[in-house]
């Protein structure tokens, strides 16, 4: 059973950057036709996906995130990472690392890490 598991900071303050990372326990992020994503939900309101790292390490992004957001990967340790520049107070949610097994069949998530960002 495929076990997600994310952590970084909580607060943030505006103009930085976000990290986050996501150790992936009982399947190799090479897995051929797995997907890795980054999702997070602001409070309020819905999902919103933010982008992904394909098992052949190709990245993938929202287009309205595109220009802030880096997804990259480290294979020897089995996880990947987000990196999200300049935050601002919109950028406050609860992040989610998730494996798609193809067409957003997103069927494995991490619990969560609430980031907040506030002067």
């Known amino acids: 059973q495929v076990q997600l598991q994310e952590w970084g900071p909580g607060l943030l303050k505006p103009s930085q950057t976000l990290f986050l990372t996501c150790a992936v326990y009982?399947?190799?992020?090479?897995?051929?036709?797995?997907?890795w994503s980054w999702i997070r939900q602001p409070p309020g309101k819905g999902l919103e996906w933010m982008g992904a790292?394909?098992?052949?390490?190709?990245?993938s992004y929202s287009p309205s995130l595109k220009s802030r957001t880096t997804i990259s990967r480290d294979t020897s340790k089995n996880q990947f990472s987000l990196r999200l520049s300049s935050v601002t107070p919109e950028d406050t949610a609860v992040y989610y690392c998730?494996?798609?097994?193809?067409?957003?069949?997103?069927?494995?998530w991490g619990q969560g890490t609430q980031v907040t960002v506030s002067s």
């Open positions: 998730a494996r798609d097994l193809g067409a957003s069949d997103f069927d494995s």
């Open positions: 790292i394909s098992y052949e390490g190709s990245p």
């Open positions: 009982g399947d190799p992020i090479t897995t051929s036709r797995h997907y």
